[in-house]
């Protein structure tokens, strides 16, 4: 009868001897994680919520997780290093910090050249000097031509005629939106000489076009639809069978610049 493993005896009759072992509890110890700044840790892969209990021995992956216009720093305590992820071993209470810094949005700048009769907004105010965004912004551009003005078109860092446009600010833009005087404007109600029939369906055609060099057909917003030559001819059919029924505006521009502008009807 006794405690300690190793006994000697001498044998002077039979033996009958027990050995009894008991289980004992595994030490366990605490991972206490504490966050500095924008970001998150997680704890073999479940966010950390507060301290943890592990038996010795047991291994465990932490792994820092950065906000969005944030960086990870690095650990210090009971582990120091700058790689996001870290594996140990539980042989102590663990006590780490894990740093988070913000990082700067970049900034671009949005540059809008007005050429001719207009204005324009961005996000709906009107534009008056060059603005900045910050990166990944969404931006609206709308072209508004004055009275007698037709808007041509953006060109630039866009290229596009419709009068609006949105678009994401992830570099400088420099715009430039182009306006063109009408000297004349004529309504389709009383047919303009020279141009049947109005209003049109699948063909109209424009018979002696005088001293003009060009036609362009735009609908309604101002979007070209075609550019005619028409320099020395005595007439021009234009196919519409493809256009949508509505309004359209027929240009019609002299070497020295827009002369007419006569509206349409297709049925």
Not at 163 to 170: H, I, V
Not at 232 to 259: C, M, P
Request: negative net charge; proline residues 4%; charged residues 20%.
């Amino acid at each position: 009868t006794a405690t300690q493993a190793t006994q000697t005896f001498t044998m002077d009759a039979d033996m009958n001897i027990t050995a009894t072992f008991a289980e004992t509890a595994l030490p366990e110890y605490t991972l206490t994680i504490s966050v500095t700044g924008p970001g998150s840790v997680n704890v073999n892969g479940d966010p950390f919520a507060g301290a943890l209990q592990f038996e010795e021995g047991t291994e465990v992956t932490i792994e820092a997780v950065a906000e969005e216009n944030a960086e990870f720093e690095g650990w210090t305590g009971s582990i120091t290093a700058t790689q996001a992820t870290q594996t140990f071993t539980m042989d102590a209470d663990k006590n780490i910090t894990a740093t988070f810094t913000e990082t700067a949005v970049p900034e671009y700048t949005l540059t809008i050249t007005v050429t001719g009769p207009g204005l324009v907004s961005v996000n709906g105010d009107t534009y008056t000097e060059p603005l900045q965004f910050d990166e990944g912004t969404e931006v609206t551009i709308d072209a508004a031509a004055e009275a007698n003005a037709i808007f041509e078109g953006w060109t630039g860092s866009i290229t596009a005629t419709q009068a609006t446009q949105t678009f994401t600010m992830d570099a400088n833009k420099n715009i430039t939106a182009e306006f063109v005087l009408v000297t004349q404007i004529r309504d389709a109600e009383k047919p303009a000489p020279g141009i049947f029939p109005n209003p049109f369906t699948d063909q109209l055609t424009i018979s002696n076009p005088g001293s003009f060099s060009r036609i362009t057909l735009l609908n309604v917003t101002g979007q070209v639809i075609g550019n005619y030559n028409i320099i020395d001819l005595e007439e021009k059919t234009i196919s519409t069978g493809n256009l949508e029924k509505g309004i359209y505006l027929l240009r019609f521009e002299k070497e020295n610049g827009i002369n007419l502008v006569i509206k349409m009807v297709k049925q």
